[in-house]
């Protein structure tokens, strides 16, 4: 071999080496030429443009070409504004877990925060003569315009109307501000001058945003949102009619127009930066690149034991609460109610059904039990006599009921109702147990928590939500004291500016003797001392330094009995000294035992886009044996399905619900009819989920198998009753241990959530093998996120950075979710498909699982809100969906129910991709096999292939021609458990 020969084969097998490192390198390059509701800034040279993509400030010419990041990808940066002097750009960005205003030096070079605290600073604009800043923020109570004057850094407010005031420009010369306001006088356009009375410029109902000032101050420019139309509007100042700048078929995002001249003008539309010239229809696009990385580490996913025969502790323990004289605690776990007394060994069942009992409350005199059940089809109002074991009805309502709780003399009970117009909102009531007569106590409450009486009888304190603004509906979680004479309820918080924990069982909880209330409180448990107005009278006291769930009080005030994660205990209010309550309590898996053969005429693997024909699927136990050309007769005594004329495939897995214990026993079921065998709960709350998992999984109930997590891991401000707020430290490291001593098979980041906490909860998360999903697309994608949800829906920012306000997703968002890997949840159904079909498909509720679970008052009410939906732009979503899967992106299956029907919403979502121009068979494995993938579980379910797991469905018809068949359900087998239609109809 020559010499010349052998260098050849060293540099070929460097190469491949190289190749080699490449394929399998973390890092991903992606190169952006689009932009999804991206905001543009001229600088004052006209030389060049600050514009943010997907949360960074980007610099490059105004005549386009690469763009140069001035920021990481940490701040969620938005809405750039120069300085006069062309050196520096402020911004708003969202570093530190609130939206402030910060600048960076033109170079990338000093950046700084200029507005501080717990309040939100919005969409600011440099004054033309560069000493102030204005901007919008909720500092006052609702949003106003202020100014930070930066040579002392002084804040000023400028306009104090109860309308949300935002959007403030400057005029060129600076004397004048226009912003839009939201006032009830006049909503629209207003002027402000120096020591002048607001003026209204321009009256619109319309959403208005970014006003911006010609340059001669005559005119503004302005976006306008109308039904299925975003428009770019220009306007005299003196009235007049308004002219339409940008054609109807344009996508104009929100932002600021920047002005070359008076006849030049740049905006963003249709992904693009665009260049329009006044009298001109046509204009010019302006290409621009931006590179990312994106750092994809792989991580080995937890495992999970499908097989376990053994005995495990039950963690599904469900509120706590401790008895009135101490010694006993009742709770809910495995659909029952217990007692545990204290120095026994194991509790005592107290209810023995198959339906779902929870929420239990002892009588004063700890003699009766109040809680919530099923048995007659919806949560109802029970009491049971613990001496005669005698169970009544208190209350047979139309509608849910939820949270007894018993006056201090035993004559009532308080409880919420769910509200039916309005989805999670429910009224406190009162019944008089000796008249029966109920009284509303207050009006429609967004998820409030479990109601604790004052002494007296004369307050109820729950913890509500109290929102920052009307704008946006985030706020924190306070107590809320609700007297009961009818007198006006008032909010009072422990520690200002920090939330309450979830509300549902967290407390608050007065003292039986009414000297203090018990609440959570960054995960541990504190009391606060108070009068009899439950006005706070001295400083909280925290109680433990160990993550704490379900206070309650023992009747003498003394000690409180908590959930330390998954244990019980009680502290000491006087010494803070805690005891555990040991329990032995465990619970099993249900295995099935013999063997199981399925005579199968078709079979959809979850792989192959054609069927296989005329074969046997054994079944020994849970999972699949063998896979073989049907043989009449060659099983012994196995028990034999024939669906000799059937099509069978893998159980679906409907990936985006919120499930709780009100949908009742039926609930569970309801998911098997549909041929749904897992569901997926990015978020909840995680002792509700495990009382459901351990009930479905131990036979207790029928049920999918579900794959869960707690509630959503958010930011300072909440919304939703099962939102944790999560401030970074202890707290947030609290709330992660939970996560894997809880076993939770993901974790769901929310809105508002940081990036810089998000990515401490990423990497938290992967080390111990849990997928990450949250909202947000970047950087969560670019630090390792699995997973985001929802095409569009709740942005801290008021838009989307994927999805416009005409339902339109750009290149940017495209190659992100394709490049990376990163799985997408659209819930299309969610963003209009559902109720698309509804109104336009005759057949839509012709299925036996609507007539068996669902009423014909909810079909009508869904038809009529069917007749008043308009599809002018919800087609964009299919759009985007088949473009994200033809991009090669992994695309799975869910809908974001119950706010539309479970199950029902499901077949919606298909039937949705499939009118999109997904082909059935891409549908059908996204909803088995991708959705495995990406819950981690693709060696055991997903596919129906030898080793394993039987989760099965039998469907009457052909599903990989018509996906509507998917409904045609005969059938399902679950763990090797064969269920007919008369079980997935009745229960066992």
Known sequence: MNKRFKLLINFIALLSLFELKAMTSDSVKVILTEGTNMAISLSPDKKNLAMDIQGTIWLMPVAGGKAKALTDALGDCRQPTWSADGNQIAFQSYRDGNFHIWKVNRDGSGLSQLTFGVYHDREPQWSPDGKEIVFSSDRSGNYDIWKIELDKGNLVQLT???????????????????????????????????????????????????????????????????????????????????????????????????????????????????????????????????????????????????????????????????????????????????????????????????????????????????????????????????????????????????????????????????????????????????????????????????????????????????????????????????????????????????????????????????????????????????????????????????????????????????????????????????????MNFTWQIKQPLGQLVVHAGKLFNGRSEKYIENVDILIEGNRIKKITQHRAGAYGNAKIIDASKQVIMPGMFEMHTHQNAQHGEKGGRLWLAYGITSIREPGTDPYDALERKESWTSGKRLGPRTFFTGGHMEGNRIYYNRNTSNVGGAQLELELNRAVRLGYDMIKTYVGLSDNLQKRVTEFAHTNGIPVASHEIYPAVGYGVDGVEHMGATSRRGYSPKLTAMNNTYQDVLQLIAKSGMYITPTISLHGGFTSLAKNDPDFFNHWQFETFYSEKLKTELLGSASRMSESTYSNVEKTTLNLIKSGARVTPGTDSPIIPSGFSFHGELQSWVKAGISPFETLRAATLWCAQEIGVEKDLGTIEIGKLADIVIINGDPLTNIKEALNVDGVIKNGEYLNLKTLKQGK
């Not at 937890?302 to 025969?309: E, G, L, Q």
């Open 160 to 582: 104090k109307d109860a309308g949300n005031d935002y959007f403030p420009s400057y005029s060129s010369d600076g004397s004048k501000l226009a912003y839009v306001s939201e006032r009830n006088t006049a909503a629209g356009l207003y002027l402000l001058e120096r020591n002048a009375e607001p003026k209204l410029l321009v009256h619109s109902k319309e959403k208005l945003f970014s006003p911006v000032w010609h340059p001669n101050g005559k005119q503004l420019t302005f976006n306008t949102l109308l039904p299925g139309v975003s428009q770019l509007e220009f306007v005299n100042i003196g009235g007049g009619d308004w002219q339409t700048l940008s054609e109807k078929t344009e996508d104009v995002f929100p932002f600021k127009v920047s002005w070359l001249s008076e006849t030049d003008y740049l905006y963003t539309a249709d992904g693009q930066i665009k260049h329009g010239i006044l009298g001109q229809r046509k204009t010019t696009s302006i290409p621009f690149q931006a590179e990312v990385i994106l750092d994809r580490k792989k991580y080995v996913t937890k495992v999970r034991d499908f097989d376990s025969k053994k005995a495990q502790p039950v963690q599904g323990i469900r509120s706590p609460i401790v008895s009135p004289d101490g010694k006993s605690v009742i709770f809910t776990a495995l659909g029952d109610l217990w007692i545990f007394k204290k120095g026994t060994e194991k509790p005592v069942q107290v209810t023995n059904d198959i339906f779902i009992d929870v929420d239990p409350v002892w009588s004063p005199d700890g003699k009766k039990i109040a809680y919530t059940s099923d048995k007659k089809g919806n949560m109802d109002l029970y009491v049971k006599d613990l001496s005669t074991g005698k169970d009544s009805c208190l209350l047979d309502a139309p509608d849910n009921l939820k949270f007894p709780s018993w006056s201090p003399d035993g004559s009532k009970i308080a409880f919420y109702q769910a509200d039916p117009k309005a989805y999670s909102r429910n009224v406190l009531n009162i019944m008089d147990l000796k008249s029966n007569e109920i009284t509303t106590t207050y009006g429609s409450l967004f998820e409030g928590s479990q109601p604790s009486w004052t002494p007296d009888g004369k307050f109820i304190v729950i913890s509500s939500l109290d929102s920052y603004s009307t704008r946006f509906r985030e706020g924190l979680s306070k107590f809320l004291v609700i007297p009961l004479d009818k007198s006006p309820a008032k909010f009072v918080s422990p520690v200002p500016e920090r939330s309450l924990a979830t509300r549902g069982k967290n407390g608050p909880v007065v003292s039986p003797d009414g000297s203090m209330i018990a609440y959570i409180l960054d995960n541990t448990l504190w009391v606060v001392p108070v009068d009899k107005e439950c006005e706070i009278i001295g400083p909280p006291r925290r109680l433990t330094n160990e993550l704490a769930e379900d206070p309650s009080w023992a009747a003498d005030s003394k000690t409180v009995v908590f959930l330390a994660t998954d244990v019980l205990k009680e502290v000491s209010v006087v010494d803070g000294k805690v005891t555990p309550i040991s």
